[in-house]
């Protein structure tokens, strides 16, 4: 079975995926993603999907990006590695690569099982989450993956990863401080409290790398309404905010401060 996303990309769905279920009811996944992704991704640069599960945002970001751009998608699940390289082949795609390891600070090994949901895998910590054995699975860090390609700028990294996220920045500081790209991350305060974090690490992080904070003012249809929620604008939004836990389980965007993100800036802002 396939269906028709956003920008032409096609599809193939499993009913028992979530992500590619979103793209058959409603021909979106994640919207204020999507949106924020279409806002401030530059045609030419580099995407990076962090936690790409089944590569439906991967392929989205391998069309904004157009043929002169590249995408890399990481996820530790090889299921799901196998399904981004059957929807990048559906499509025809020739700019993603693939890269079935984990994300930390430091190069390690990490031990993940299978979660219960869809076809991704989740780390010891979320236990009551997974089934199944545990696995062995490589951890890298973000610069020293994108060290080893030969392609554009980074552009943007869109990080999902239930909790994972403050590790994973620590490990693209080099990244943070040459390209300063966009980022869109989720912020899942549950889930840093289950790796002994916190939400305010998070805003320390963006703070010492220059960014600023926006939100999705997301209009959320009546819940018997079988429509995604529409996106209007994104608001600026404290750091302050974040560190004291009042922004949760929402996909935020941070933007660098500086006259490189201007561009980025009022691109969000406008509505």
């Known amino acids: 079975?396939?269906?028709?996303?956003?920008?032409?990309?096609?599809?193939?769905?499993?009913?028992?995926?979530?992500?590619?279920?979103?793209?058959?009811?409603?021909?979106t996944y994640e919207p204020e993603v999507v949106a924020a992704m279409q806002r401030v991704?530059?045609?030419g640069r580099t995407a990076i999907d962090i936690g790409a599960n089944c590569g439906v945002l991967s392929v989205m970001m391998s069309r904004m990006v157009g043929p002169h751009g590249r995408v890399v998608a990481i996820d530790p699940s090889q299921a799901a590695c196998e399904r981004i390289q059957q929807q990048v082949r559906l499509n025809a795609m020739e700019n993603v690569d693939i890269h079935g390891v984990a994300l930390g600070?430091?190069?390690?090994?990490?031990?993940?099982?299978?979660?219960?949901?869809?076809?991704g895998l989740l780390p010891?910590?979320?236990?009551?989450?997974?089934?199944?054995?545990?696995?062995?699975?490589q951890v890298l860090t973000v610069d020293e993956i994108v060290a080893k390609l030969d392609g554009p700028p980074v552009g943007l990294i869109k990080?999902?990863?239930?909790?994972?996220?403050?590790?994973?920045?620590?490990?693209?500081e080099g990244i943070l401080r040459r390209h300063r790209p966009a980022l869109v991350i989720e912020t899942y305060l549950e889930g840093f409290r289950r790796r002994g974090l916190s939400p305010a690490a998070l805003a320390a992080i963006l703070?010492?790398?220059?960014?600023?904070?926006?939100?999705?003012?997301?209009?959320?249809?009546?819940?018997?309404?079988?429509?995604?929620?529409?996106?209007g604008c994104f608001a600026p939004t404290l750091l302050s905010d974040l560190a004291d836990g009042r922004v949760?389980?929402?996909?935020?965007?941070?933007?660098?401060?500086?006259?490189?993100?201007?561009?980025?800036?009022a691109a969000l802002l406008a509505t």
Do not use: C
């Open 124 to 137: 010891q910590v979320d236990a009551e989450f997974t089934t199944g054995p545990p696995i062995d699975v």
């Open 41 to 43: 991704l530059p045609r």
């Open 207 to 231: 703070d010492e790398h220059g960014y600023e904070l926006f939100v999705p003012q997301i209009d959320k249809p009546w819940p018997w309404r079988a429509t995604p929620p529409r996106v």
């Open 159 to 172: 990080i999902d990863t239930d909790g994972s996220e403050i590790p994973i920045l620590h490990g693209a």
């Open 105 to 119: 600070q430091v190069p390690d090994h990490e031990s993940f099982r299978m979660g219960r949901v869809g076809i």
């Open 1 to 27: 079975m396939t269906a028709a996303g956003p920008l032409g990309v096609k599809y193939l769905v499993d009913p028992s995926n979530p992500p590619e279920v979103s793209i058959y009811l409603w021909g």
């Open 248 to 265: 949760d389980e929402v996909n935020v965007i941070a933007i660098n401060r500086g006259e490189d993100g201007a561009q980025a800036r």
